[in-house]
């Protein structure tokens, strides 16, 4: 988990959270103990009867990468009343940028899984750092986009005011780290809570189960 703290103490931190991985997490989760319930539940404006699940990631986190797999998994087997979306986090410069290439790339309609894919792995194999709006704006050449284009949605109205709502949406998250998942816009779920990476999705699964059940006793 990537935590925003300072020098030594945000390595301390990092160590000590990797140690949750092998963590074994309790048959049924506990709130305030896997997961977190929001006081005040963002709205997930999903049609009657759909469960929304948020990642919410930073394509510069290394936790976040090695999540992508399992999780990808793990959204192709979910049933059709579950819908996934993704959410840049927004806590720095670099993650901003990073954030505005996500949304960008929506934008532009060259978003996929494997663009999604390839801009984490030019990070994390590749040593690029995709930080310049350049830089980002070759990347997008790829796929067919003009470099002249990629550079105009980058810095776009539109593009802003989505950043704009994904800070206003972390803030009521409440997070301090990613990755994280959000289930039904109350329960998150980050590596520290669940016990490790791993757990993270099997919290979600309890979770996603308990809000079925709830909307089918609310019927």
């Known amino acids: 988990m990537r935590k925003f703290l300072p020098g030594a103490r945000w390595l301390l931190t990092a ?3 990797c140690g ?4 074994a997490m309790a048959a049924e989760p506990v709130a305030g103990q896997d997961y977190e319930v929001l006081d005040n539940p963002v709205p997930t404006e999903l049609p009657e009867g759909q469960i929304g699940v948020t990642e919410v990631f930073w394509y510069g986190c290394p936790h976040c990468y090695e999540f992508e797999e399992p999780l990808e998994a793990w959204v192709a087997e979910q049933p059709d009343d579950v819908t996934f979306d993704r959410l840049p986090a927004t806590m720095g410069d670099t993650w901003m940028r990073h954030a505005a290439a996500f949304y960008a790339a929506k ?4 978003f996929s899984e494997q ?3 390839d801009f984490f792995n030019a990070i994390h194999q590749e040593g690029q750092r995709l930080i310049d709006p350049d830089d980002i704006a070759e990347f997008f050449t790829h796929y067919g986009v003009d470099r002249q284009a990629a550079l105009d949605a980058l810095d776009s ?3 802003r005011s989505q950043l704009n709502q994904a800070t206003a949406r972390m803030k009521a998250y409440q997070l301090m780290g990613v990755p994280a998942l959000v289930v039904d816009g109350r329960y998150v779920i980050t590596p520290r809570s669940a016990g490790g990476l791993a757990n ?9 189960e ?3 059940e ?3 006793n609310a019927g």
């Open 115 to 117: 663009f999604h894919r």
């Open 20 to 23: 949750f991985a092998s963590a």
């Open 157 to 159: 109205f539109g593009v």
């Open 200 to 208: 993270m999705l099997k919290v979600a699964d309890s979770l996603i």
């Open 214 to 216: 709830q909307q089918a």
């Open 107 to 110: 934008d532009l309609g060259i």
């Open 15 to 17: 160590m000590a959270l």
């Open 210 to 212: 308990q809000v079925r």
